[in-house]
């Protein structure tokens, strides 16, 4: 079956012409498997855990499996290590406010410039504990300075919290050189993968990473948080949760009731990245899923990113196009135009992007494209093709060379 046509949103028209969907870095498409497996749990298995009846049984099984999909998906080494929440920032505020609770006053966390403020915000909330938080300076092309994280990593160091991916330009950051700096001093490392798992296999267990953090949302899912810990380490925490809550991983970060049929959800994005690939199991289904979604959207964005180089009014910011790894994500400024207003230009011609910070705001001030209303941003997916770019490209020729 056709990508494309897994996707009923795909089928919407803005004025007369198809929608161009290039708001896939604040958000997804979902394919019909995943609406179908929400819907089917709300009309047969819709019920509470750990009751005695069908319903209930089911949304235990659910919920287990999906925690062993996700295992898989991000290289983890049980389910035990997979936490749900309601979202990315909601978990790493409670995970922040956690490993507060074992910091002493003078311990110190490095965060940076590049970072999505959902990685950001929770952890220079604990300046008020008396926790010193640096921050790792952004280079002028989107790039983090592993220079001034080697200066600033020092023997007070207790966590490392940094993207993976940058959301606003899709820089990859060197996780596994940093991985090497945290070694030294035994700090923990903390990933947002948010951005980097819809584009890349993640591996958790390669890079060695103490946490990672994702949201289902950007990979074809519902609304649905997720967290890897490493085995043993949400244990040693002090989270904030009731004394009816189970207390051990991975249920001891997971306040009230859960989304379970946004769970649902989650398990069948996961199958529609496998049904992707191929290979005797779900690990070589989703490897060979990724490597074909990552092929596929690298030939378009260089096309997309060729074609915005040749309108003149364009100035694209973050590291070369062709510089890789990277995700398929471009943010950039139009010389006669706020980004709000090339936004809807291209909203009146269906094509979908976004302006702003993105919640990169951090970085969007250090370039000084605040003041102008952020960037332009277009990313691509699994489900977008050439002639969604020669679209964009047209119309942008148009209206900005």
Same mark, same amino acid.
């Given at each position: 079956m056709n990508i494309r046509d897994q996707f009923p949103s795909l089928k919407r028209k803005i004025n007369g012409k198809s929608v161009v969907y290039l708001d896939g870095p604040a958000g997804t498409q979902v394919p019909q498997r995943v609406i179908d497996a929400i819907s089917d749990y709300y009309k047969t298995s819709n019920a509470n855990t750990h009751g005695q009846f069908a319903s209930s049984h089911e949304t235990d099984q659910m919920i287990q499996e999906v925690r062993n999909k996700l295992a898989v998906f991000l290289g983890a080494e049980s389910a035990d290590c997979i936490s749900f929440g309601q979202n990315m920032t909601?978990?790493?505020?409670?995970? =922040?406010?956690?490993?507060?609770?074992?910091?002493? !006053?003078?311990?110190?966390?490095?965060?940076?410039?590049?970072?999505?403020?959902?990685?950001?915000?929770?952890?220079?909330?604990?300046?008020?504990?008396?926790?010193?938080?640096?921050?790792?300076?952004?280079? !002028?092309?989107g790039t983090l300075d592993y220079d001034d994280m080697a200066n600033k990593l020092n023997e007070r160091t207790?966590?490392?919290?940094?993207?993976?991916?940058?959301?606003?330009?899709?820089?990859?950051?060197?996780?596994?050189?940093?991985?090497?700096?945290?070694?030294?001093?035994? =700090?923990?490392?903390?990933?947002?993968?948010?951005?980097?798992? !819809?584009h890349m296999t993640m591996d958790v267990g390669a890079v060695d990473c103490d946490f990672l953090l994702c949201s289902a949302y950007k990979f074809y899912g519902p609304h649905v948080g997720i967290l890897y810990a490493r085995p043993g380490l949400l244990d040693s925490l002090p989270t904030d949760r009731l004394r009816t809550q189970e207390q051990h991983a991975p249920y001891s970060i997971e306040t009230g009731t859960l989304n379970h049929a946004? $769970?649902?959800?989650?398990?069948?994005? $996961?199958?529609?990245?496998? =049904?992707?690939?191929?290979? !005797?199991?779900? =690990?070589?289904?989703?490897?060979?899923?990724?490597?074909?979604i990552h092929h596929h959207e690298k030939e378009l964005f260089h096309r997309l990113v060729s074609g915005l180089l040749n309108v003149r009014q364009v100035k694209i910011y973050g590291p070369s196009y062709d510089t890789w790894p990277r995700c398929p994500t471009v943010s950039f400024s139009v010389e006669s135009s706020t980004a709000s207003r090339v936004c809807r230009t291209l909203a009146n011609e269906g094509i979908f992007a976004w302006d702003g910070h993105f919640y990169a705001i951090r970085a969007t001030e250090v370039l000084g494209q605040i003041m102008f209303g952020g960037f332009v941003r277009m990313g691509l997916a699994a489900y977008s093709n050439l002639e969604d770019v020669e679209r964009t490209i047209e119309v942008m020729k148009k209206n900005y060379d």
């Amino acid at each position: 079956m056709n990508i494309r046509d897994q996707f009923p949103s795909l089928k919407r028209k803005i004025n007369g012409k198809s929608v161009v969907y290039l708001d896939g870095p604040a958000g997804t498409q979902v394919p019909q498997r995943v609406i179908d497996a929400i819907s089917d749990y709300y009309k047969t298995s819709n019920a509470n855990t750990h009751g005695q009846f069908a319903s209930s049984h089911e949304t235990d099984q659910m919920i287990q499996e999906v925690r062993n999909k996700l295992a898989v998906f991000l290289g983890a080494e049980s389910a035990d290590c997979i936490s749900f929440g309601q979202n990315m920032t909601t978990l790493n505020y409670s995970l =922040s406010r956690a490993i507060g609770r074992v910091l002493q !006053p003078g311990d110190e966390i490095l965060i940076t410039q590049l970072d999505h403020e959902a990685n950001r915000g929770p952890w220079l909330a604990l300046r008020e504990n008396g926790v010193v938080v640096r921050e790792v300076r952004m280079q !002028p092309n989107g790039t983090l300075d592993y220079d001034d994280m080697a200066n600033k990593l020092n023997e007070r160091t207790r966590l490392v919290a940094m993207g993976y991916a940058s959301n606003l330009f899709g820089t990859v950051n060197e996780v596994e050189k940093v991985r090497d700096m945290t070694y030294q001093n035994g =700090s923990w490392l903390l990933l947002d993968a948010v951005h980097a798992a !819809p584009h890349m296999t993640m591996d958790v267990g390669a890079v060695d990473c103490d946490f990672l953090l994702c949201s289902a949302y950007k990979f074809y899912g519902p609304h649905v948080g997720i967290l890897y810990a490493r085995p043993g380490l949400l244990d040693s925490l002090p989270t904030d949760r009731l004394r009816t809550q189970e207390q051990h991983a991975p249920y001891s970060i997971e306040t009230g009731t859960l989304n379970h049929a946004a $769970i649902t959800g989650v398990g069948a994005a $996961i199958d529609f990245i496998a =049904s992707l690939g191929n290979g !005797p199991n779900l =690990s070589a289904h989703l490897l060979t899923g990724m490597a074909f979604i990552h092929h596929h959207e690298k030939e378009l964005f260089h096309r997309l990113v060729s074609g915005l180089l040749n309108v003149r009014q364009v100035k694209i910011y973050g590291p070369s196009y062709d510089t890789w790894p990277r995700c398929p994500t471009v943010s950039f400024s139009v010389e006669s135009s706020t980004a709000s207003r090339v936004c809807r230009t291209l909203a009146n011609e269906g094509i979908f992007a976004w302006d702003g910070h993105f919640y990169a705001i951090r970085a969007t001030e250090v370039l000084g494209q605040i003041m102008f209303g952020g960037f332009v941003r277009m990313g691509l997916a699994a489900y977008s093709n050439l002639e969604d770019v020669e679209r964009t490209i047209e119309v942008m020729k148009k209206n900005y060379d």
